[in-house]
């Protein structure tokens, strides 16, 4: 249910015609657009620390890890053994 300010603005959307509406909406999808865009942006240096553990480890050595593990459970769910496949 809308607050009673965007109750009435509704109403008042009502007044207008479609293309006058449709200038609204993209009027007020562009104000949303450009308050996230300046209070979204981070640095990427912000990351620093969260995950060191992923720094550790060569990148082909976890995707390798990460698809014996998904091939491992794939075959415990569907009862299939190492020798059938």
């Not at 009502?14 to 300046?38: A, G, M, V, W």
């Not at 050595?61 to 569907?78: F, S």
């Amino acid at each position: 249910m809308p607050s009673e300010a965007v109750a009435k603005l509704l109403q008042e959307a009502e007044k207008l015609s479609d293309e006058e509406r449709l200038e609204l909406i993209i009027s007020l999808l562009e104000r949303i657009r450009e308050s996230f865009s300046k209070s979204e942006q981070h640095h990427w240096q912000e990351i620093r620390g969260i995950a060191p553990d992923l720094l550790s480890e060569d990148a082909q050595e976890w995707i390798k890890r990460g698809r014996l593990n998904a091939d491992r459970r794939w075959r415990e769910a569907w009862g299939v053994s190492n020798e059938s496949c």
